[in-house]
Structure formats: C-alpha cells, structure tokens
C-alpha cells in the first residue's frame, strides 16, 4: 500500500503485538496530537498520542494502514429489526451530546464529570454509559456502530454438543419417549440409509427410506419358528429412546443434502434435464477543511443531446448534478444523465464522491493523474435539497458512514449559493462550442430551433463536462474567496485544487475513505425481484449468479414455484443488480443478465422503455394488417373445405365397408404419389400417365373390399401374365 497521511478513523494494525488494532479517534488540526483507541481491548479508554509517532510506526514496519475495517456495521436501514433501531437510537441519544463534546471527551480529568452530569440527565449508570462509547469509538464512530451484536446471536450454523447428555430442541409434545440426541455416528447411519434406500431406490419416498432404516440399524429381527412370520422389536425394550424420529431424519437429510442433485440421481440426468432443470449508488464558517461540509444541487442542462442508439433521434436535455467541497469549492463529484432531478441522480453524483477519479475519467477516455482530481471522499456533513435528500435511502448513508444530512429550507436556494453558482461557471466555458445549446430567444417567434442543431450524445456531453470540472478545479482562480487568517499567512492561492492541497496538509481530520463498492450499494435504489426457472426477473430482464446456480434455484423455482428476493440496482445500466445477503462480507451478490435478455445489455432504464414504446407501437400499426391477413386466411380455408364438400359423392357403401379398408386405401394412395412425386433428373419434369391395374370386384355377395394381403396374392399371380395397357 502507498504511504499517505493518517486520517481520521484509520485502523492501525500492530505487527508483533497481534492483539493491538488501534483507531484514531481525533487528529488537532492545529498541532501534532491525536486520540486514539485499541478496539478490541473490552476496558479500553481513548490514549493521546502524537501523529509523528504513529507515522513513524508505519513507516519502520512496526504497524500498518488496515484496508478495511472489521468491526464495521454496513447495513442497509430497512434491513434492521424495528427493536434493534430503538435500541441504536435510546444509545445514541446518551452519548450524543459526549460524542459532540470532543475532544474533551478524551481528556481523562474532563471526562468523568462529563459523564457524571449525562448519568443524571438520562437516569443511566456509569457502566452504561462507558459501554455505548467504547462501541461507538471502537466500532468506527457511526450511529450504527451502536446496533445489538444480534448477528453474534443463537450460533448460527454451528453443531450444538450437550455438556450434561440432556436431550436438545423443543420436547416432544405427545409422545412419551424424550428421544435422542444425533450424534455424528447416527448422522453417518442417516447417510448410508439416504444413498441406499432413497437415492438408489426411486420407489421409497423418504419416510419409506427412514422405515428401512430403522429395520436395518435400529431394530432387531426376530422369526416366529412355528410360523415363520417375521417381527421386529427395539434392540433394547427398556430403552425405547434409543431411536431417532421422521423429524430427526427429515432434518439431517436436508441440512446434509443437495436435494436437487439426490433428485437428479433419483429420476435420472435426462428427464431431469429435459423437465426439471431451470433456464439458464460567508459559507465557510464552522468548516475546518476539505471534506467538512459537501453542498449537492442540480440543473438541467441547456443542450439538446441525441440517442447513442441512433444518432437522429433527438432525447431531450441531459440533468447535471454537482458536488462542491465548502472550504475549497472543489467539484468532488458529478452526475450527467437523464436521471431526476430525484434521489437516483443525487445517488449517482454522491458515489462518484467517493469514486476513484482517475479511473472514472477514463471511461469517457480521459487520462489523469490522481493528483488533477484527488477526490474520493465521503463528508462529514452533506448539505442538499429536500426532494433528493430526504429520501429514506439517504438513513443507509448517514447511518452506515456517519455522514450528517442537511436539507435545505423551502425557497432557501440561497443556503447552497456555492454550489448554485458552479452552474452559472461551468457553461460559460463551452457553449459558444456545443450545437444544440439553447439561447435566452429559445421558442420566440422567428428564433432558431435550436433542438435541431443537436449532434452530441450522453458520453460526449459527459466528456466535455468533465474537461470543464478540470480546468475549474486546477486553473480557476477564486476572486470573492473568504480567506482565513492562516491562509493569508500561508499565501495560499485561492484555486480550488490549491485549497483543497493545502486544507488537506492542514486541517486534513474530517477526510474520511471508504469502499467504493460499499458506498455505492448503500446508495442504490432497492427493489423486490422474482426467481424464476429462467433467472431472477426485475423489470422484465433476467439475470443469475454464481450462487443462485449454486443452490439451484431456478430448479427450485420450477419444481416448487417462484419467490420475491430484495435486489439493488443502477438505473442508468441493465448489466447487472446485487442481490441482498447479509451473510456476506459485502451485504450482496452480485448477477449479470442471462443470454436471454442479451438485448438489455449496455442500455440504461430509459432507453429500453424508449425501445420498448416504439416495439408497442409497431406492434399496435402491425395489427391492423395482421386481422386483415387472418381474415383472409379463414376465408380461403371455408373455401377450399367447399370445394372439397362439393365433389363429395354419395357412396352406395355402407360406413362399415368404408372404414375396414383404410388401410389398403392408403396403400394404393402411397404407391400413386410415388409416381407423381419421384424425381427424374434430366427429364421433363411432366409424369407419363399410365392406366391404372384394374382389379376386379369378387362375384360373391361380399360387399366388404380385400384387405391388402388378398391385393397382393393377386397380384403375384397376375405377374406372370403378359402386362396390358387398357
């Protein structure tokens, strides 16, 4: 890992003292100290100790930057149980104000008062109290470190072993025996009862295969000598107990067992296969510095863009959101798209707040180095719209990341004026530039149409956006800035990038970096999707992942029926959404679209709807020609059924003499369409007709016809005679 500076929050991980992981509680921003806390220490309390010496741990191996934080809660907030949020917001409540109170809070000789007036305020302990803020500091200073450890809770997955032989799970209820406890010898006799009995022989059903079993295992047989009737009895008639239930075995085979594989084996590969197996996120009062305070605001673009699917169709104006960092007025993050204004736009341009810049840029074909956009940081404090930033999705960010959520008052415009003004800059450098820019006589009478001038589409636009964020932020000279005093002393020179440099060297404590991929999930939108035999369906694409192959699941949704999961999603691509599951390291996995919905791929949600609205209307003009067509279609079936009604003749033959010789009838149908149906290479392609071998009708009274074996007697008896053309 590249050496950088000690921010605040950072893991320090010690190497030969392997049980000492320290977090650094606060840095001064006016001098060299700083507050730290060893995290797994149950009796810790916050050390100062100075920077200097913590860089010189790192620096001589003694210690190293911890990439990831491993008592970290990230937990989307309508994943919570209600009772654990009341419990994370009665905790945080208590130590709000002590939380608020740093550093005093750290100082040996001012916290005990401090702590004594909240035990009176609160009507809490002392004891009470230290255990809220050891977990908030060791835990990574988010309101949800405060959350019940409930996923520490009940052992899951592992074996439970007696410590007294008593008997474990629920007592039966009306059966006199207690029962046994399955140890691993039994669960290896289930086993070999499972694969004899039910995977070997498709007849027994399960509870057939628990029967032979227990006459295999558990039973002893026993041969009446007078009538040879076979009985069973327990092994030991004291001892009933000694006996495993249906329950019992019913459990173990499903904990132990691939149910969709022993089913496979069971009915076999190819019926299975064919029938069962599923389809394949002044203003600088209070700001220490960068990263302190973030304003987010939106606009929509005066410039018309075209579709990247074809570059007629005009689609509209593009929504450019921007992110500006306070104390520098650095543009940390962006979003240009056809999202919002809305929540899903304010997601896209807070996560690339925390985005790498340098490999953002270069998907548009960009190449910079980190230090011409040195920004992937999250804020302390988050300044928005109301719309945007009251959504309930922002509580995910806040809690998990511990970012404070400001919103803007009604008609209050004025309280984001930095970020307001960034929209009045940034096209100043290039609209003299881009066909389809509107100008102030957009729609007067006589004026241009300026929607026609369009050429640029989505990523070009895009491009050019970030062209003018790099010249803003590297080059652009700030004439209004509201210099501190240190500034002034410091000759600082108010560029943006310049600020945020010598902000960061100075007052760099509220910098804070996470995960690019965690910010991002906690910031998409959520949604309820289907599994189904052909993948997990959102709308109306299809997507798989490893471990929905894995554990089979669209078998499962064939054979048992379909189930709602609870997804994430980007709207501006289909590629791919991320399926929730809180037993991972990251809350999710992630699914790609299936072959078939391969149409999907690389499109945003608005230019499939936009797709998808002009194959309905297609679809809807198509019909009017369809019914015609079918109309037709029908007619000449009533037709030809007509004519063939017409030429029908009135048999003199009886229904029974009709169809006793289908048969024969078909024969000598076959052996005509022969001749008219061969192929005669080098011939006109016109058949010789031929008199057909009259048979003659037998002179008895039988008005049955022969059947073919009679046909062909006669026949062979006719082949020795001269051949006649009638």
Request: proline share 4%; charged share 30%.
């Amino acid at each position: 890992m590249e050496s950088r500076m000690i921010l605040s929050n950072d893991l320090l991980q010690y190497i030969k003292d392997v049980n000492r992981t320290i977090r650094v509680l606060w840095l001064s921003p006016d001098s060299d100290g700083a507050f730290i806390i060893d995290i797994y220490d149950p009796f810790a309390q916050p050390e100062f100790v100075s920077r200097t010496q913590l860089l010189a741990d790192i620096q001589q191996g003694n210690a190293q930057l911890m990439e990831t934080d491993p008592l970290a809660i990230l937990i989307r907030e309508e994943k919570i149980p209600e009772k654990h949020i009341v419990a994370r917001n009665h905790a945080w409540e208590i130590i709000q104000s002590l939380v608020k109170s740093a550093p005093n809070i750290y100082l040996d000789y001012q916290r005990g008062p401090l702590i004594l007036q909240t035990c009176k305020e609160h009507r809490t302990t002392h004891k009470t109290v230290y255990k809220y803020l050891r977990r908030f500091w060791q835990r990574g200073q988010n309101i949800n470190s405060l959350l019940p450890d409930y996923k520490k809770s009940g052992a899951k997955g592992q074996l439970r072993t007696p410590k007294t032989g008593a008997k474990l799970g629920r007592p039966r209820k009306y059966d006199s025996d207690i029962g046994i406890n399955i140890s691993e010898g039994i669960r290896k006799i289930f086993n070999i009862a499972i694969q004899r009995h039910y995977v070997k022989n498709k007849k027994h059903s399960l509870s057939g295969a628990y029967d032979e079993m227990l006459k295999d295992f558990f039973l002893e047989r026993h041969i009446n000598t007078e009538t040879g009737e076979v009985i069973h009895s327990y092994a030991n008639t004291t001892e009933q107990t000694a006996v495993p239930s249906l329950v019992q075995f019913r459990y173990w085979y499903e904990k132990e067992n691939n149910k969709f594989d022993i089913k496979r084996q069971r009915i076999g590969k190819k019926i299975y296969d064919k029938d069962m197996r599923g389809y394949i996120s002044s203003s600088n009062t209070d700001v220490w510095g960068p990263g302190a305070r973030f304003q987010i605001d939106a606009t929509i673009a005066d410039v018309y863009l075209v579709s990247r699917q074809n570059r007629n169709r005009i689609i509209g104006r593009p929504v450019l959101y921007i992110v500006i960092d306070v104390f520098s007025r650095m543009i940390v993050g962006l979003y240009v798209g056809l999202e919002g204004p809305s929540w899903v736009g304010a997601m896209m341009a807070l996560a690339n707040t925390a985005d790498d810049k340098v490999s953002y840029c270069k998907r548009f074909g960009i190449d910079i180095s980190a230090e011409d956009w040195p920004c992937n940081h999250l804020p302390a404090t988050l300044l928005g719209d109301r719309g945007e930033i009251a959504s309930h999705y922002i509580e995910t960010l806040a809690n998990n990341y511990n970012v404070i959520v400001e919103n803007a008052a009604p008609y209050r415009a004025d309280w984001k004026g930095i970020v307001e003004k960034r929209f009045h800059l940034l096209p100043a450098k290039f609209k003299a530039y881009l066909p389809g820019y509107i100008e102030s006589d957009f729609r007067q009478r006589g004026a241009q149409d300026y929607r026609l001038d369009a050429v640029l589409d989505l990523d070009e636009f895009t491009e050019i956006i970030i062209a003018d964020i790099l010249y803003y932020n590297n080059y652009h000279e700030l004439k209004n800035y509201d210099k501190d005093s240190d500034l002034v002393t410091d000759e600082v020179l108010t560029v943006p990038a310049d600020l945020w440099e010598w902000g960061v060297k100075n007052r760099s404590g509220k910098l804070r970096i996470y995960p690019i991929d965690g910010v991002r999930f906690n910031l998409l939108p959520t949604a309820t999707a289907t599994v189904t035999e052909m993948g997990i369906r959102h709308n109306g694409s299809y997507y798989i992942c490893g471990m929905a192959l894995e554990k089979k699941w669209l078998d499962r949704a064939r054979q048992y029926g379909r189930w709602k999961v609870t997804i994430s999603y980007d709207p501006r691509e289909r590629n791919t959404i991320y399926l929730h599951d809180t037993d991972t390291e990251n809350g999710f996995f992630i699914c790609n679209l299936t072959d078939r919905s391969r149409a999907d791929r690389d499109l945003s949600e608005w230019e499939i709807a936009q797709r998808q609205h002009l194959e309905k209307s297609k679809s809807a003009s198509h019909q009017k020609i369809q019914k015609t067509a079918k109309a037709d279609l029908t007619t000449n079936f009533q037709k030809v059924v007509a004519n063939a009604t017409a030429k029908r003749q009135k048999s003199s033959v009886s229904d029974l003499a009709r169809t006793s010789g289908i048969r024969g009838h078909r024969a000598e149908e076959k052996e005509h369409n022969r001749a008219s149906e061969a192929f005669r290479l080098g011939e006109n392609n016109t058949v010789k007709e031929k008199s057909a071998k009259v048979i003659p009708f037998p002179s008895i009274d039988i008005y049955s016809e022969p059947d073919i074996l009679e046909i062909r007697s006669k026949l062979k008896l006719e082949t020795k005679e001269p051949k006649n053309d009638l």
